[in-house]
């Protein structure tokens, strides 16, 4: 993947240039790529980096820039993708600092799976003013098609940082269409503990601007916890938001 702050993921010394305040792709980084996989296991994959201009996405794959990506029957398993720090957010729902996709991030390009599972997947914010969002999966102005797919225990978390948000325990979307059949969503969950801050989807998130079609699938045990502006803790199983 991309570097961490200026170190690469392959632990190579730093250069002398700015540090990249970004973390793409702990396993695979695609950029402008076809990417075709098949019964491939990806296991305790991390991104992670201080998300005070850029952002962390996928801790497993990377998608990026017009690229194609095919995966039948590979596992996500206790992958985690981490922004650290504490930075200035104009809004609670415009963020640009976030922690995206445990699992997938698919950024302006195609995704097809089939059949493939994502256990233990998270995105985290651990900070202030940060966005954790699709703990396992993060679309942003993409296609994505989802045939057979389980999503178990995934989650997306901000545990301690103020006016910070989880959005999407499994799945988040921003742009662009996303195609949802016969998939499973279990215990997946969005939490947002900080005094301000916003948790919304506990299994699914959509913003106003996507195509969300989800057909013959199933959501249960997803949780939304949230911290809001009063102090008042409140729990809904609420699975799926499109705002």
């Known amino acids: 993947?991309?570097?961490?702050?200026?170190?690469?993921?392959?632990?190579?010394?730093?250069?002398?240039?700015?540090?990249?305040?970004?973390?793409?792709?702990?396993?695979?980084?695609?950029?402008?790529?076809?990417?075709?996989?098949a019964g491939v296991t990806f296991t305790d994959c991390l991104a992670f980096a201080q998300a005070t201009l850029e952002y962390v996405a996928g801790a497993a794959v990377y998608l990026g820039d017009g690229s194609t990506g095919t995966f039948r029957q590979c596992h996500f398993d206790?992958?985690?993708?981490?922004?650290?720090?504490?930075?200035?957010?104009?809004?609670?729902?415009?963020?640009?600092?976030?922690?995206g996709a445990g699992g997938l991030f698919v950024d302006r390009s195609w995704a097809t799976l089939d059949h493939c599972q994502f256990s233990n997947?998270?995105?985290?914010?651990?900070?202030?003013?940060?966005?954790?969002?699709?703990?396992?999966?993060?679309?942003?102005?993409?296609?994505?098609?989802?045939?057979?797919?389980?999503?178990?225990?995934?989650?997306?978390?901000?545990?301690?940082?103020s006016r910070s948000v989880a959005d999407g325990g499994a799945f988040f979307i921003v742009g662009g269409q996303a195609h949802i059949e016969s998939c499973s969503f279990v215990s997946c969950s969005a939490i947002a503990d900080g005094r301000g801050s916003l948790a919304l989807g506990g299994a699914v998130f959509a913003d106003g601007f996507s195509k969300l079609f989800i057909t013959g699938s199933t959501i249960q045990d997803s949780i939304v916890r949230g911290y809001v502006l009063n102090g008042t803790d409140f729990v809904l199983s609420c699975a799926i938001i499109i705002a």
Do not use: W
Request: hydrophobic share 35%; aromatic share 4%.
């Open 78 to 99: 206790n992958c985690t993708s981490t922004a650290y720090g504490d930075v200035i957010a104009s809004t609670i729902s415009g963020y640009n600092h976030i922690a």
């Open 121 to 161: 997947c998270r995105a985290l914010s651990d900070g202030n003013g940060i966005a954790a969002n699709g703990g396992a999966m993060h679309t942003l102005n993409s296609s994505s098609r989802l045939t057979s797919c389980v999503f178990r225990n995934c989650s997306a978390a901000s545990p301690r940082g």
């Open 1 to 37: 993947g991309r570097a961490t702050n200026g170190t690469n993921l392959d632990g190579a010394e730093k250069n002398s240039e700015p540090p990249a305040l970004l973390a793409q792709g702990g396993a695979i980084l695609a950029v402008g790529s076809d990417v075709s996989l």
